[in-house]
Nanobody, 125 residues
Framework: QVQLVESGGGLVQAGGSLRLSCAASGRTSNSFAMGWFRQAPGKEREFVTAITWSGGNILYADSVKGRFTISKDNAMNTVYLQMNSLQPEDTAVYYC??????????????????WGQGTQVTVSS
């Protein structure tokens, strides 16, 4: 089993920044990808960004390119999401996710078998 524990999030004004963290524990395997999805009220869960653990390949949704940065700490099995220039449309519950055994990055939420509890990000205008 894999456990994902998120931290960070909160309320910020438009143009501000936040950083999310997600620590993975358990049987993550030697090849996996970790990423972030978000879900706003009344909308489907959408891909934000992800990184492969061994190769460090990264993919961003077009809506966050240039504003969000994903990074990882291999020793701590932790992934970070630095969010800059936040806008009200970024308001959502952000979920950390892990795709065990992945060699690439999937944009589909169904590809990720493990999820964090979610953390609220609210951006006020």
């Amino acid at each position: 089993q894999v456990q994902l524990v998120e931290s960070g999030g909160g309320l910020v004004q438009a143009g501000g920044s936040l950083r999310l963290s997600c620590a993975a524990s358990g049987r993550t395997s030697n090849s996996f990808a970790m990423g972030w999805f978000r879900q706003a009220p009344g909308k489907e869960r959408e891909f934000v960004t992800a990184i492969t653990w061994s190769g460090g390949n990264i993919l961003y949704a077009d809506s966050v390119k240039g504003r969000f940065t994903i990074s990882k700490d291999n020793a701590m099995n932790t992934v970070y999401l630095q969010m800059n220039s936040l806008q009200p449309e970024d308001t959502a519950v952000y979920y950390c996710a892990l795709d065990r055994g992945a060699v690439g990055i999937s944009l589909r939420a169904t590809a990720y078998g493990y999820w964090g509890q979610g953390t609220q990000v609210t951006v006020s205008s």
